[in-house]
């Protein structure tokens, strides 16, 4: 039985492997790809997260996909309402066909006399083995584990008597109506799950080790909406998604050179949006600059008006072991409760947990160079998305989908089978692949491949730089080495699979 060859392949069929394919399928017609997805179900984060009130912490205008405009009232939207947004976009553009569900790729391994890589892939329920190759891989795997998330290791948790779930791990029909819940975490799904939870629960606290920044946002887009009355809705997109991307570029400017400024002005918000009485100073005014961790965003407030209702209570102390009745905290105090929520963060994974190689060697991706931040350093034809920390994913996704595509038109037009990132050995230092000083981040570096100290082994966090240089940055750029194997066809004639 002959191998099944690909011109592409494409790992995931989330939001970054759906728009790639999209991508490609525009601009690299004639390309046979398919879209392998580990998961029964197309969506990614969107498919895979349940719980409840789960949404968007980006407004759906960057989220959204630079060819495809978000056309519901609601900027700030639910999980439902983006998945059903990836669905249409997979039907409408004609990719069903192309994506395989239940194709988990466990291994990727490269062949210079071949150009091309061989995939090892579990199929289905059963995990049968198959393999596939292709010319180029494209993975959009995202950037943590989709098998479970992260749980700290809590003395005493066996003894609870009480439920313990982790968001990602919701329960199908959960019921947690008349209970006592305490929610354990500070970040974006902690404050998602409190306003979310709070008018069905008996009492709720949220247990926080330290306190975050959060920043209030109408779940409408005013402006968006007011032109969406009065221009075409391609036009609205375009215009509402630039003033977005400026004053997020804008408050990110500011937050690095006048932290002190941009602090005073988000803690002030938030004390005006509580009670008098609130300890604003304890539970909402971090110890870190702004944006040394991700800002979070509560639509319309919800979280403060949580607060307000006095359906929800704060608490800033630490986890010292859990009891029989509930979380005994360092302070001494017990907290009781009936449900506990670990909404203690992701297990970040690299590539999909994906063992790469190169002619036999194994990859070893913590001690690897990014090149622009989507290929890697000697790895042949291959290329990955990871988006911004500090804005929508989406957007940085788009940009690498246009610079693969120029990418691969360069190369079929001037014959080269391969094309590989070169390091040089000197005068580039190795950086962390992010500054942020979140927990979760620090605990994956070793996982994701590092930065440069310069162009264009850095990692840029600047949508308008990356433009630049993604969309108008020459390919020859004494960097990428292009070669053609002496084998090599070009398989772009091939038919649409």
């Not at 179900?41 to 969107?46: A, P, S, Y």
């Not at 403060?304 to 009745?325: C, L, R, W």
Request: charged residues 20%; proline residues 6%; positive net charge.
């Amino acid at each position: 039985m002959s191998l099944e060859h690909f011109d592409t392949l494409i790992v995931g069929a989330g939001l970054s492997g759906i728009g790639s394919a999209v991508h490609l399928q525009q601009r690299c017609p004639g390309r046979r790809f398919a879209v392998l997805e580990g998961r029964e179900r197309l969506g990614g984060t969107w498919d895979l997260f349940r719980y409840p009130g789960v949404r968007s912490d980006s407004d759906m205008h960057t989220l959204g996909y630079a060819f495809k405009p978000w056309t519901d009232g609601q900027a700030i939207a639910d999980g439902p309402s983006i998945l059903q947004y990836l669905q249409d976009t997979a039907r409408e553009r004609g990719l069903l066909p192309h994506i395989r569900l239940g194709h988990r790729v466990v291994a990727a391994a490269w062949s210079s006399p071949q150009a091309r890589w061989l995939l090892t892939i579990e199929r289905g329920p059963a995990k049968e083995r198959l393999q596939l190759s292709c010319s180029f891989l494209w993975v959009c795997s995202g950037y943590y584990n989709y098998a479970h998330g992260y749980t700290p290791d809590f003395p005493g948790l066996a003894q609870f008597k009480g439920r313990v779930v982790h968001p990602q791990d919701w329960p199908t029909n959960m019921d947690y109506r008349g209970q006592r819940v305490v929610v354990i975490g500070s970040g974006a799904t902690a404050m998602t799950l409190v306003p979310a939870m709070a008018p069905e629960a008996a009492q709720l606290t949220m247990l926080q080790r330290s306190p975050t920044y959060v920043v209030a946002r109408p779940r409408r887009d005013a402006l968006a909406n007011a032109l969406r009355r009065a221009l075409p809705e391609r036009l609205t997109y375009g215009l509402t998604r630039w003033k977005n991307v400026a004053l997020g570029m804008f408050f990110f400017w500011l937050a690095k050179h006048r932290p002190e400024r941009v602090k005073a002005r988000i803690v002030g918000a938030v004390a005006a949006a509580l009670p008098k009485a609130f300890d604003v100073p304890t539970h909402f005014t971090p110890r870190y600059k702004p944006w040394d961790q991700r800002v979070c965003l509560v639509p319309d407030g919800d979280l403060f008006a949580a607060i307000q209702s006095g359906k929800v209570a704060v608490v800033t102390d630490t986890v010292a072991a859990f009891e029989p009745q509930g979380i005994r905290l360092g302070s001494g105090a017990l907290l009781e409760a009936d449900l506990v929520v670990t909404a203690t963060g992701l297990d970040l994974l690299g590539f999909g947990g994906i063992a790469i190689s190169v002619d036999g060697r194994p990859v070893e991706i913590g001690k690897t160079m990014s090149y622009k931040g989507m290929m890697l350093a000697g790895v042949p034809n291959l290329a990955y998305v990871v988006g911004y920390t500090n804005a929508s994913w989406t957007l940085k996704s788009d940009l690498t989908g246009g610079f693969v595509c120029r990418l691969l038109r360069h190369m079929q037009r001037t014959g080269a089978g391969v094309c590989t990132p070169k390091l040089p050995t000197a005068n580039v230092q190795a950086q962390p692949w992010v500054d942020f000083s979140s927990g979760y981040i620090q605990r994956s570096l070793d996982r994701f491949p590092v930065q440069g100290s310069s162009t264009p082994w850095r990692l840029n966090q600047n949508y308008l730089r990356d433009l630049l240089a993604l969309r108008f940055g020459t390919l020859q750029d004494g960097v990428l080495q292009f070669s053609k194997p002496a084998n090599f066809s070009d398989g772009a004639q091939h038919p649409q699979s």
